[in-house]
């Protein structure tokens, strides 16, 4: 990581509203790519070069270049040094590369399989549907974004570790994580313990463990958060396979069977640190990402109501045939038909991918890439980001309306389409499967989606090091939507004397106002009203 340029992030974010608007200053924002999108890139090309005195950083924005880079997995590896904040427990197979990469990828990625999904489906289901009476009970929810990350944490809990968490609806407190169940042994619950790590984990990583022992006392709830963690995770592979606790073959159990135990002459097998933290990153990486897509899909359609209706009618229409009590709704029958839940679920990746770059790099040889029918050398040594942002927010592959939410364009059965051949590359996006179908599966209900041109859409990456989750992460966030949006249409509720125009305009703030910590995520919840239709 460059660090002179975290070091200008926070210098530039503070003098921001004094100074002038020089692209070589907006590079330098924090979170710049969620403020400018395709703004630099268009005025600069689409590969800009920033070189400081930490270093030479590259961002691609370029789908050609991109797909160069994700061919080429060995002359792009991927910085580690990025993630050296969820290291904490041990290393895991997102801070890995090489030959460790594959050690722990081994034991991680088969867990991912179609047994799995339907338990994500399930409990998605069913988290969902508890959440929805709650808050159309109250006809509101004051914070969506908080009860959104419940249900994810929950859908994960259940499916890698096998444990069942509720809903607890009946606190409205953040200490709501299943607070009022502190198993002996404890000081905060598994939920509390998972948020506290996850709001704070930039001091963890900074603070010296003595401070986080004898300092302040929200330090020291950091630290006792973070040592609370560490115990659940450490009790959950203990206790895998004693009598009461579940004997479901997923991630816990994939992990425990790898345990080589102390960590002397790991072999092919993983230490006990490096089994923790695998258990670590599988218990935050898809609850960041999820929780937030999830928040700005909910709050896309709260924006628009006329997308709703539409996701509306096709609910209607796919679950006719389906039970009216969700629970019995059958992963296998109802998931392929959920096409539309899927487009607001793209359109909401497109426009707010929770990973913003993907960090590459050239290690220590010159990298040639063609570029605009030349070649150039890119230097050892340079950080070379793709820019996920600049690439979903490129009119020349997404049309006039790249800036707007309209899932219909992802629709194969609706007239709004993306068709557009870039003029300098000459890359056409394909309206129909059959151009480019998508690699890992035809099957319903992908093959009602059009297919973007290879490259120009990657929220979970691509190539090798693609997330191992994204089936997971679909099939969740399309069963809680599904439940969500089937029976209720939501809007940003009006505070006293305010037009809805008034009230749309703060949810819209919610959203440009958005901040990255781990991943970008909207920060200041908006008081949400639920309707039964
Ligand atoms: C909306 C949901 C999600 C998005 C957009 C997303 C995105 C990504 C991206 C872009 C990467 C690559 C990061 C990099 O190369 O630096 C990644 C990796 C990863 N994701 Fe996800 N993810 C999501 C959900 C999940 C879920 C649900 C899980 C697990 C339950 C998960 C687990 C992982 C892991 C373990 C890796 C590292 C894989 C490796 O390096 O081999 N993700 N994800």
Redesign the pocket.
């Known amino acids: 990581m460059n660090a002179f340029h975290v070091l200008t992030c926070g210098f530039n974010r503070a003098l921001w509203p004094y100074l002038p608007q020089w692209a070589y200053f907006k590079i330098f924002w924090r979170d710049w790519c969620h403020h400018t999108k395709f703004e630099l890139f268009e005025k600069y090309g689409d590969v800009i070069c920033a070189v400081s005195p930490g270093g030479v950083t590259i961002y691609v924005g370029s789908v050609e270049v991109v797909r160069q880079m994700y061919e080429r997995r060995s002359d792009f590896p991927?910085v580690t040094k990025v993630y050296e904040y969820v290291r904490f427990y041990g290393d895991n197979?997102?801070t890995l590369e090489g030959v460790e990469?594959r050690r722990h990828?081994k034991y991680?990625r088969p867990p991912f399989n179609e047994a799995v999904h339907k338990v994500v489906w399930e409990e998605g289901v069913k988290q969902a549907h508890t959440a929805l009476n709650v808050w159309s009970r109250k006809n509101s929810c004051v914070k969506v974004g908080r009860d959104l990350r419940t249900i994810s944490m929950n859908v994960?809990s259940l499916s890698?570790f096998g444990v069942a968490l509720p809903f607890d609806y009946e606190s409205e407190t953040t200490e709501h994580f299943g607070q009022k169940n502190i198993p002996p042994g404890h000081r905060m619950s598994y939920g509390n313990a998972v948020n506290h790590v996850l709001d704070n984990i930039i001091a963890l990583v900074i603070t010296p463990k003595w401070l986080l022992r004898n300092g302040p006392e929200s330090l020291k709830k950091t630290g006792q958060s973070y040592e609370e963690l560490g115990l659940y995770l450490k009790e959950l592979i203990q206790n895998h396979g004693k009598a009461g606790s579940s004997d479901r073959k997923n991630l816990l159990r994939s992990l425990v069977k790898a345990s080589t135990g102390d960590g002397l002459g790991k072999g092919s097998g993983l230490t006990d640190t490096e089994v923790i933290g695998n258990a670590f990153?599988?218990a935050v990486?898809?609850l960041e990402?999820?929780t937030g897509?999830l928040h700005y899909a909910v709050m896309y359609l709260a924006l628009n109501p006329d997308v709703q209706d539409w996701l509306y009618k096709d609910l209607q229409e796919a679950l006719k045939d389906e039970d009216q009590d969700p629970s019995k709704w059958e992963y296998e029958k109802v998931y392929p038909k959920m096409a539309s839940v899927l487009c607001v679920i793209h359109e909401t990746?497109r426009l707010n991918?929770?990973?913003m770059h993907?960090?590459k790099w050239t290690a220590d040889k010159y990298q040639p890439v063609n570029w605009k029918g030349k070649q150039c050398l890119i230097p050892p040594g340079a950080s070379t980001y793709i820019t996920i942002t600049a690439l979903h927010y490129n009119p020349f592959l997404w049309g006039d309306t790249v800036k707007e939410f309209q899932p219909q364009r992802w629709d194969l059965r609706s007239s709004v389409g993306w068709v557009h051949t870039d003029p300098r590359t000459g890359i056409k996006a394909p309206t129909t499967p059959s151009e480019t179908p998508w690699t890992e599966t035809q099957s319903a209900p992908y093959c009602h989606l059009r297919t973007p041109v290879k490259g120009a859409f990657a929220?979970?990456?691509d190539g090798w090091?693609?997330?191992?989750?994204?089936n997971?992460?679909l099939v969740e966030m399309t069963a809680v939507l599904a439940t969500l949006f089937r029976g209720c249409s939501v809007r940003i509720k009006r505070q006293e004397g305010e037009t809805q125009e008034m009230a749309d305009n703060r949810g819209k703030s919610a959203i440009s106002n958005s901040e990255s910590y781990l991943t970008i995520m909207i920060r200041h919840d908006v008081e949400l009203e639920w309707v039964r239709r």
């Open positions: 991927k197979v997102l990469w990828n991680t994960l890698n990153i599988f990486a898809g990402t999820t897509t990746l991918a929770p990973h993907i960090p929220p979970f990456s090091r693609a997330c191992v989750g994204k997971f992460a």
